[in-house]
Each structure stands twice: as structure tokens, then as C-alpha cells.
């Protein structure tokens, strides 16, 4: 209560490093925590393949149709084997029991064919039916109770056995209910329809390609359990062994096994997971755990800071009491219970500012991640344990010290005669100047991030992006007529400016790749080249550059490609228009080259730009993305009736399914959502950094200027000016700051440029970050110790001096 500045920064600096310590272990703890709970799960991993091809890698979550059959029979080691095929989205309807037309529900997602070896892997709990029996025979379907209760529901368990649901033309009867699962999970699936149905049903027989050795598809997957004893190498090359008995990959390409831990699911982005919203990256959740320690770190660092300031004004105290009688051990105890009740102090703020900091990020973070903090005894041991460790790395310090003066010495107020710790304490110096290395790092890094992500929007990726809707027809939709028909009336809105039809836009997620084969008579160019397909308007509506030849007409069907520069330089053209009029093969056809067009980014700026071809002729109209370029400007009037214009004429076309469309530009800043995350991250962690490091400069100016309150009285009397007094207060600072811009820039630059390494186009990491960040911290630490030193030096020198 004596000293309430003091106290008020100790316990807001702590408060603020705790919460974001707390926030982060939240967000770290739901990431870590996914598929935890399953028995022998350390046991479980998937099947998954990597191949080679030209040199470049790939990778697949599938497994060929045979796989995991023979897997079964063939390799030791193996305890189980269960095998799955996820299935798109598909409507589903449901019998009404009254003879009405069954309910209907648009879209649905994570279904897949399974049997009863996925249940007896994976731990779920039976609320009707038998695991033994639910999938034995075709056409049956497990629902979880969450998806049991939307299509049934107020409906007992008991009751939905037998109850018709049909997954578009496939039949099938309820054998079994499961409850949801509540704990975190990537195994997202809510139907599971019998893996027997894929035999029976046409289309899911071809889907599946049960026989077919060369063909992975990532829809096609396995789950096993190994034994304790089983060698995880050997069985992989006992996998490799079988496909290339039965399938041997082509010349120049390799094909490989590899068994994914059950744990490694959320985080390996090569393979991907069913949910691919949910997928985290370890990285950056390794990031977040640092962020959280140096933010917690810096809290600390004011503590201990200001404590040993203070130590002096406490000198006379510890003396009488050991005088007293008090033993070392006594004040020790005595110095780390008042650092423990401040600790728990901060706790208790922290814990009411964590929700307030989860909610802040709730745009990019699970709904799922709650401060409920009474309910996770893990959160609370992870508090106590924060407190404990908290008040012995703030506290233990400034107790020896403190316990460590002399009686003889601090009653005649020389408590450290011996030397000049009060302004030249190098413990007080090396924190300071961490606090600096660590708010420094994060001004470095968040400029870097905020450059880099206003690169990737502003850069040209080579074709227009701006004033450009994207929607896709129906799936099941191959009807050519329909289509021609919609893009009529789509060209006759007078808000539009040109229209296309084809594949997926110039950069997507969505890419299609095959190989491809041209000779020129000396040399053979085999190569793994992306598709798109396009009508004659599609270069012309995204503004790719010709470089040479023609462009693409309806005319050439099935006989000529536009293939991109890269491709032409691959194949050993020196200039474009070399490439005009060769031959290409691929699936046994032969293609001519009629144009050569300019690069662009197939996808984000991590990944290079691949040798792509653009082909067109009637079946292009069997591809269901509508690009539409609009006249005008956004956020106009023209454009909200446009797209009403677009919605009327769907629902005329295609009056079963909602019309559902997204702008060009907005799907491009999709690419770097992580990116922009991190960044709005580091601004927060900036923020909080150069906050709490000056609160310890606040509280540590207001120390020293007290202290050197005569000091600054004798020099005024001698004539030192305001100017002279403040510059002398401040120059110690400046040099601290020097020093930590010193070390920290060399950390910086390294950091920078590793996680540059993640683009394959990139900005530079440029000198005047460093300059800014060094600058800004500068600036930042001057004006927060401006207001005392100036009040310092303006003070009358007779109210300093009148004690003397």
C-alpha cells in the first residue's frame, strides 16, 4: 500500500505476460490434445504414399484398392487392418414413416465406407446395434448419435434401427448407432455405410478401383494397428515390395509406403486430414509457445527489476529485524510469500483477461478453445504451477539479495558501500537489455510478416483478379445443353462483362496433373505437367499474356494445348514461338502446341511455377466453374443486381441446388490466411512487449530519478541546464538499447530469412527493418522515460536540496 506505482506495474506487467501465457497454453493444449484418447494409440498409423517423379516429390493420403487387404494377409507384425474410402459431398434424403416425400439434406460431408474392423480400432460407444454385426452386409449405415438425431429427430435410438436413408441413388438401412465423439478428433466421420456396398454398387465399384494395383486414390485409405514388437521398416518395405510386383511405376518415377502415426494426422500438411480447417502446424504452435515465454519472461524481468530497485529502501527494515533475531532463512521465506501474493494477484487478473484475449482472436482460432477454466483440472494445475514457477523466477533473486545485507552496514545507510549497484547492477542491465533483444525481435518480425503478406496481394501473378465472381454448377450436373444455356443468360446481363467456362481459376487449391511426353528427335522430355481446361474467352477474361501462337478455339477438339513458358523452357525452346507446332503426347493421344502463354501462379507464393497446359474443345463444357468479369466498380448498386440477376437465373436452371459464388480476389488472400494470423499474432505480441518493457522503464526511471533527486539539485545550483540533465538521465538508456539492437539484429536476420524459406517467391529482407525496429524501440523507451526525467529536471533544485 506504500508503494502503489510499484506495485500496480509489478502486478500488471506479471498479469499481462500470465494471461498471454495462459491464452497460448490453451491454444497450444487443444492442438496437442487431438486423438488422444484412443486405446493403443500409439500403436495406429495410416497407410499413406509418396512417389517421385523427375526428381520432384509427392505425396498422397491413399493407398491403391488392393493395398490393404494384402497388407493383411502378407506382412507379420500386422494386428489389424481397416480400411475406409471417404466419400464427396452427396444429398442425402430421408424416409418419412407418414408416406411423404422424404426429407432432404443438401451437401453432406464426412461420410464414408467402413466395416467393423474401423470400430473395433477406433473407440466409440454403442447406444444401438452391434459392432460385431452393423456393417457385415451391403447397404447398411452406423450414424453417430449427433447425425442420427438430425435426421430422426426426438426419435429413440432404439427406434431409428432399420430406417431407410438414401446417399443420392445408394439405399441403405440404419444397423447401428454410435455416440459423437466429444473429445478432440480428426476422425470426423458421421455416416458410415457398409464397406460391402462398394462391391454391389456400380458407381461406387468404379470409384473405389478395388483390383486396380497402379491407381492411388486419396479417397481409398487404411488404418492399422501394429503389434508391440512389430518393426515399422521392414513392414514399410514389405509395402513397397508389393506394388512393384504387381504395379511398377513408370521409367523415371519412384513409389513408396510410409506409415503415418496415428498422432501425426493434425499437423502433417504433405498428406492432409479430412477436415483440412482443422489441420495445425507444429511450427507455428512451437512459435506461439515462444511468443507466450518471452512475453511471460518480460513480465518477470520488470519484477525482478523493480525489486532489487527497491532493495535500498528496505535496507534499514531487514537490518533491525535481524538485529531482532530474524535468521536469513526467515526473510528469504518472509520476501518470497509477498512475491507469491503478488503472483497470485496476477494470476487472478490474468484468468478474467483470458477470455477477453481468446475472444479478441475468435476469427482464426476453434470455437472449441473456451477459458472455462473450472472444468479443465489441467488449465488449473497448469495456474498453480505458473504461480509456483512465477514467484521463485520474479521472487528468488530480489530474497537473496535483500537477506544478504549486513545489520552493521545498512544502519548507517551504507547498504552498499562496496558498490554502485543502484545504477550499474549488471543483473539489472542484462534483463533490461533482454527486454530490448526480445521487443526488438518481434518489431523485426512482425514488419517482415506485413511485407511479405503486402507482396503476395500486390504482386502480379500474372492475370487479372479484380472484379471477377467464381461459382461452380452443380457436380453431378454433365448436361452440356444446361450449361450453354446458363452461359447465355448469364452473357446477357448488361453488368457483365465477359464470361467463361472451364476448369478451376488460374490459382486454386484445385490442380490436375498428368504426365507428358515430347521428343525432339535427340532427347525424350517426360514430365508431370498441371491441366486446365478453358473456352476460347478464359485467357482472354483473366488477361493472361500470348506470347506466342494462338489462343485456344472451340474448334480444336481435343487436339491442342496452350502451355505456359515454363513448360516451353523445360522442353528446351529457346524462345516461344519455337514451340508452336510440336507435339506432345499424353494418354496415348497426340496434342499440338498452338500457343505459348505468360506465367502465373498456379497457387500461393510457396509453391513454384509448374509447366501447365490449357486445353479446350466440347467437353469443356462438362466442367461446372462459371467465370464471370463484372463492368464497373465494387460495392455499386450494378453489382448486387448483377449477382441477383446470376441467383434468378440459377434457381431457373438448377432448382435444386443453392447458388453459392465468391469474388476472385477474395479467394487469392485466402492463400495467406495463416500468414495474416501470424501476423495479427505478432502485432498483439509486439504490442504487449513494448507495453510491459516500458512499464519497467516507467518504474525504474521513477527509481533512479528519485534516487538522484540531490544529484540533479547540486547540478542545477551549478548551472546544468534541463536539456543537460535530461540527456544525462537518458544516456544510459540509450546505450542499453544499442546493445540489445546490436545482438538482436544478427537472431533477427536468420529468423527472418528461414521462415522466407517457406515462398518460393518472396520479398527481401530488407536493411530498414532492422533501422525501424531499432528506431521504434528507441523512440518508444524515450518518451516513456521522458515524463519523469523531464519532470526530474524542471523540479526546483531548493525542494531536492532542503534535506541537506
Known sequence: MKHKLFTF????????????????????????????????????YRIVTNYSFQGEAGYNSGVCGPMAGAVQSSAPGVELVAPFFTLGQINVFVDKKDGNAPAKFKNQENLVLADGRYFKLFNYKWLAGSPTTALNEPNQVV?????????????????????????????????????????NTDLTFHDFISYST???????????????????????????????????????????????????????????????????????TNYGIFDQSTVANKNTLYGLLFIGGFLLILGCINFINLTTAQATQRAKEIGIRK???????????????????????????????????????????????????????????????????????????????????????????????????TRNAWLRKSLTVTQFIIAQFFIMATVLVSKQIYYALHKDLGFKKDAIITFHAPYKNKQISKNLVYLDQLRAIPQVKMVSIGSAAPSSTSTMSTTMLYKDGKKEYKNDVQIKFGDENYLKLYQIKLLAGRNIQRSDTNHAFVVNQTYAKILGFKTPADAIGKIIKSNDKNWEIVGVMNDFHQTSLRTA??????????????????????????????????????????????????????????????????????????????????????????????????????????????????????????????????????????VGWYAMNKWMEGFADRTSVSWWIFVLSGGAMLLAALFTSSFQTIKAAITNPVKSLRSE
Open 323 to 421: 538485529t531482532m533475531g530474524s535468521s536469513r532463512k526467515q526473510l528469504i521465506s518472509q520476501f518470497l510469500s509477498e512475491t507469491f501474493f503478488l503472483t497470485l494477484i496476477a494470476v487472478l487478473i490474468s484468468v478474467c483477461l483470458a477470455p477477453v484475449i481468446l475472444k479478441t482472436f475468435s476469427a482464426f482460432i476453434s470455437p472449441n478453445i473456451k477459458a472455462d477454466l473450472l472444468t479443465h483440472t489441467d488449465v488449473l494445475l497448469f495456474l498453480a504451477g505458473l504461480t509456483v514457477v512465477v514467484s521463485m523466477m520474479s521472487g528468488f533473486y530480489p530474497a537473496i539479495l535483500l537477506s544478504s545485507y549486513k545489520p552493521v552496514l545498512v544502519l548507517k545507510n551504507q547498504a552498499q558501500s562496496n558498490s554502485s549497484k
Open 143 to 183: 450414424l453417430t448419435s449427433d447425425q442420427a438425431q438430425k435426421y430422426f429427430s426426438g426419435t429413440p435410438y432404439n427406434q431409428m434401427m432399420g430406417k431407410v436413408i438414401s446417399y443420392d441413388t445408394i439405399r441403405v438401412t440404419v444397423s447401428g448407432i454410435v455416440e459423437t465423439i466429444k473429445q
Open 9 to 44: 506495474i509489478n502486478v500488471i506487467g506479471l498479469s499481462i505476460g500470465i494471461s498471454a501465457s495462459l491464452v497460448i497454453y490453451l491454444i497450444v493444449h487443444y492442438d496437442l490434445t487431438f486423438d488422444k484418447f484412443h486405446h493403443d494409440g500409439d500403436r495406429i
Open 198 to 268: 462398394g462391391k454391389v454398387n456400380k458407381d461406387l465399384k468404379d470409384q473405389m478401383q478395388l483390383d486396380q494395383w497402379g491407381s492411388t486414390n486419396s479417397a481409398s485409405q487404411a488404418f492399422l494397428k501394429l503389434s508391440p514388437t512389430a518393426s515399422i521398416p521392414r513392414i514399410e518395405k514389405q509395402m513397397d515390395a508389393l506394388i512393384y510386383k504387381n504395379a511398377k511405376p513408370d521409367k523415371g518415377s519412384t513409389q513408396d509406403y510410409h506409415l503415418q502415426p496415428l498422432n501425426d494426422l493434425h499437423f502433417n
Open 609 to 746: 511455377i509448374k509447366p501447365l497446359v490449357l486445353e479446350t474443345g466440347k467437353d469443356v463444357f462438362k466442367n461446372n466453374t462459371f467465370h464471370i468479369a463484372l463492368k464497373g466498380e465494387a460495392g455499386t448498386g450494378d453489382w448486387k443486381s448483377a449477382i441477383a440477376s446470376m441467383e434468378k437465373s440459377w434457381k431457373e436452371m438448377y432448382p435444386e441446388e443453392d447458388f453459392e459464388y465468391s469474388f476472385y480476389d477474395a479467394s487469392i488472400a485466402k492463400f495467406y490466411e495463416s500468414e495474416q494470423h501470424i501476423s495479427t499474432l505478432l502485432n498483439w505480441a509486439t504490442g504487449l512487449s513494448i507495453f510491459i518493457s516500458c512499464l519497467g522503464l516507467l518504474g525504474l526511471a521513477i527509481y533512479t530519478t528519485n534516487l538522484r533527486r540531490k544529484e540533479i539539485g547540486v547540478r542545477k545550483v551549478l548551472g546544468a541546464s534541463v536539456a543537460q540533465i535530461v540527456t544525462l538521465l537518458s544516456s544510459e538508456l540509450m546505450w542499453l538499447i544499442l546493445l540489445a539492437f546490436v545482438v538482436v539484429t544478427p
